[in-house]
């Protein structure tokens, strides 16, 4: 069967988180940058930026990336995980590719990170529910700070939590059980966060730091030659990531705040689940695509890598949808949601042909690095 | 007891040299590696001689001395002094270390700051190469323009009257060296167009040091930048002229090398597989803009010639590349060889999409076919690595063609 062109959308200013798509850590180097969302038609497809960099987007099924180029084993069996998966968000995404990369399709390294990966993500969300449980029981029934928690205490919150469940399960409406496995899916959904104010261990507060060292990183190297800057691309980087990290600490510690109350959250999880979603992931809808960013300039270590970093990143920069600026109450600037820099070239020589085998390795080499 | 060998005496060497011109790479490394270690080389060095041009494309890293970071851009038109005539646009080995002499002479502190700063450090250490190498080849330029031969030119063999011209080639194009590699960065070895200022500031710079080492400077760039020939082809200005003979020149060396005896051999056949890969590119860039009349060469006619000699490099390469590196690994290849045959499998890879624009389309599918299916029948992998093997080397629908077959097909 003959299939149509792919047909580019020349303005692409996504209103919603869903729209944008989720940012997927293909390894096909003509891929970049590409987002992943639900389709009423297809189930998934594919918003693929402008090869060329310049304005637009195409939107295709995973057949009509196919008819663009070949994509590696690694993305064709991620896509067909997702493709199955049901809803699409940030999370789902990290699981299927985590999934992928364990199974060994991104090489053997990322076998390995994959594997730490997984291990810590489950770790986080049982701490997580175990503090939501000892923050519930503090709240109800105050005892003391939680750091002061010791063998036979935590036997205690065991007991005082069932006591406290039960307490509230009839102003809420639902059994104690049902109580308990809301609190663990806020615990799962929270994990990223990390419920501790100083918990640097979690994904997000992880993944601002690494974008700070990026940035630092960046800002000296900038600061070093007047050179570096390629027309004021470097700087643009800098400042579109500042914002984005301003913004996700201000989103992280509205977050924070919000766990602080496992009462209110349950009622709401009990009467509208889906808020509750809403608010323990915004974070991670905020800064959707930033990780990668920061392993491309990172894994640069010469000036020209460097260089060729800076080219790349500017096709990747997250934009931030409409919906950012009603959805969070942080102030999101208006310049965040815009396009901060593009790259224009009139071949892909850098990443095609022959250079394609060694970005796949590089890829794959990112995805080791991921945490 | 221990064995102590005798001392290795001169006339000894004549045979060793021949065994170690034909051993196989791993060995050439070791032997670099522990004639770079001793304190005294003396006559061992005549060992690395006839190493000279595998070295050159085998780039096993070298530890940094004062000697060979100065003339580390350069290396491209360094030649043994036994090939090197007056009047060539190259600059013989031998005088290298009285030219070396002189700087460090005159350098005096800055000089051993510069031995500090680089003991113990090789020359893979690119980052270090270039801070520690830009002090030095800023310096070059003044310092050998004036210099007179030293002592040490004596056992060079070359006439006492060559020093001086040679040294002021060299410290023209050593000090360019600085901003040819800051224009390489800048374009980002070409994905971007070149400054134009920088560029004719480079070309200005080494033409008032000295113009006879014109030819030789657009050989260094063409050998880290190929397209830079349909610029240099088209030079306006006063210098234009000039820097097209330069370009006549610097291509005519360029070519000489490649339909030399073992041109193909050194830049191709014998290289490691990424260098193989970005020669290929290089070599290709170069011929297409003769062949397409952007630079204009006399020997436009040979072009056809030289692609055939390439191609046939470029497949002897592949050939063997796949049978040492990949095949005959394959059936011992522990979980820890995996990652370097997937490496091996992307280098040639990355060598023959390379490589196809000379020729040899259903050869390359021809042996890439054939290794896809002796990893498929190789029972000692995993099936993933299988599948990922596969998928470098025949693409990846041949891969997932592979995956998706039911555990009975298989």
Redesign the interface.
């Known amino acids: 069967m003959r299939q149509s062109a792919p047909f580019l959308i020349e303005t692409h200013h996504p209103a919603t988180f869903r729209a944008r798509g989720v940012a997927t850590p293909f390894t096909t180097p003509l891929l970049a940058g590409t987002r992943v969302r639900e389709s009423e038609k297809t189930g998934i497809e594919l918003v693929v930026p402008n090869p060329s960099g310049g304005r637009g987007v195409y939107i295709l099924d995973w057949a009509g990336v196919r008819s663009l180029g070949?994509?590696?084993?690694h993305d064709?069996?991620l896509i067909r995980r997702l493709s199955g998966s049901g809803r699409l968000d940030p999370a789902a995404m990290r699981s299927a590719a985590l999934a992928v990369a364990q199974?060994?399709?991104a090489?053997?390294?990322a076998v390995v990170a994959a594997t730490q990966a997984i291990a810590d993500t489950g770790a986080q969300s049982l701490q997580a529910h175990f503090l939501l449980i000892v923050r519930l029981v503090e709240q109800v029934q105050p005892i003391g700070p939680a750091a002061t928690l010791t063998a036979a205490r935590i036997g205690d919150i065991d007991r005082r939590s069932s006591a406290v469940l039960h307490r509230l399960a009839p102003m809420m409406g639902r059994a104690p059980a049902e109580l308990n496995d809301g609190l663990r899916a806020i615990g799962d959904l929270s994990a990223p966060i990390g419920l501790a104010d100083q918990d640097g261990d979690a994904r997000i507060p992880r993944l601002l730091a690494r974008m700070q060292e990026t940035q630092d990183s960046l800002e000296d190297w900038l600061r070093a030659d007047m050179?570096h800057d390629?027309g004021g691309l470097g700087r643009a980087i800098a400042r579109a990531m500042r914002m984005a990290a301003d913004i996700g600490h201000a989103v992280l510690a509205l977050t924070r705040a919000a766990l602080a109350d496992p009462v209110g959250l349950l009622r709401r999880w009990c009467a509208e689940p889906d808020s509750v979603t809403a608010i323990a992931t915004r974070a991670d809808w905020l800064l959707d695509g930033w990780e990668w960013v920061c392993l491309l300039w990172l894994a640069a270590?010469?000036?020209?890598a460097r260089?060729?970093a800076l080219?790349e990143i500017a096709q990747l920069i997250p934009v931030q949808p409409t919906e950012a600026g009603a959805w969070t109450d942080v102030a999101v600037p208006a310049e965040a949601m815009q396009q901060p820099c593009r790259v224009t070239?009139r071949e892909n020589?850098?990443r095609s042909?022959?250079?394609?085998?060694?970005l796949?390795?590089r890829n794959e080499s990112l995805r080791a690095m991921s945490r | 007891m221990a064995f102590c060998p005798p001392p290795l005496r001169d006339r000894d060497l004549g045979g060793v040299t021949r065994d170690v011109a034909g051993a196989p790479d791993a060995q050439v490394m070791r032997i670099v590696a522990t004639v770079d270690a001793m304190a005294s080389r003396g006559a061992a060095d005549d060992l690395i001689v006839p190493l000279r041009q595998r070295l050159a494309v085998l780039r096993p890293p070298r530890p940094l001395r004062f000697v060979r970071l100065l003339f580390h851009p350069l290396d491209p038109v360094i030649v043994p002094a036994a090939q090197w005539r007056p009047g060539q646009d190259e600059i013989p080995r031998t005088a290298l270390m009285p030219m070396a002499d002189c700087l460090r002479h005159a350098m005096g502190v800055q000089a051993r700051a510069i031995d500090a700063a680089i003991r113990g450090h090789t020359t893979s250490e690119t980052a270090l190469v270039a801070t520690q190498g830009q002090i030095l080849w800023s310096a070059a330029g003044a310092i050998l323009a004036n210099a007179t031969a030293p002592p040490l030119w004596r056992e060079t063999e070359v006439a006492e009257a060559m020093f001086a011209p040679l040294a002021r080639r060299a410290g023209a194009l050593l000090a360019q060296m600085p901003a040819l590699h800051r224009l390489c960065v800048e374009t980002v070895h070409g994905l971007l167009p070149p400054s134009p200022e920088a560029l004719q500031a480079i070309l200005q710079g080494v033409s008032a040091a000295d113009e006879t080492a014109l030819p030789m400077l657009v050989r260094l760039m063409l050998n880290r930048l190929p397209q830079l020939a349909s610029l240099l082809a088209t030079h306006p200005g006063a210098a234009g002229p000039q820097v097209k003979v330069a370009l006549d020149q610097a291509i005519d060396s360029l070519l000489d090398q490649l339909t030399a005896e073992d041109g193909v051999q050194a830049q191709i056949a014998g290289a490691g597989l990424a260098e193989a890969s970005v020669a290929v590119r290089r070599i290709a860039t170069l011929l297409r803009q003769i062949e397409d009349g952007t630079v204009r060469s006399a020997r436009r006619a040979q072009v056809a010639v030289i692609r055939q000699q390439v191609d046939a490099g470029c497949r002897a390469r592949f050939a063997t590349g796949l049978q040492d590196q990949v095949l005959a690994r394959l059936h011992m290849a522990t979980d820890q060889d995996v990652p370097a045959l997937e490496a091996a499998a992307r280098g040639l890879r990355a060598l023959e999409t390379e490589a196809r624009v000379m020729g040899g389309r259903s050869a390359y599918d021809r042996m890439l076919s054939q290794a896809a299916e002796a990893i498929k029948a190789e029972n000692g992998l995993d099936r993933t690595d299988q599948v990922r093997l596969v998928e470098i080397l025949a693409g990846s629908d041949a891969a997932l063609a592979m995956l998706d077959r039911r555990p009975d097909e298989r």
């Open positions: 070949t994509p590696t084993v064709t069996v199974d060994g399709y090489g053997r390294d050179g390629l270590m010469s000036d020209e260089r060729m080219l070239s020589a850098w042909g022959g250079a394609a085998f060694a796949i390795g």
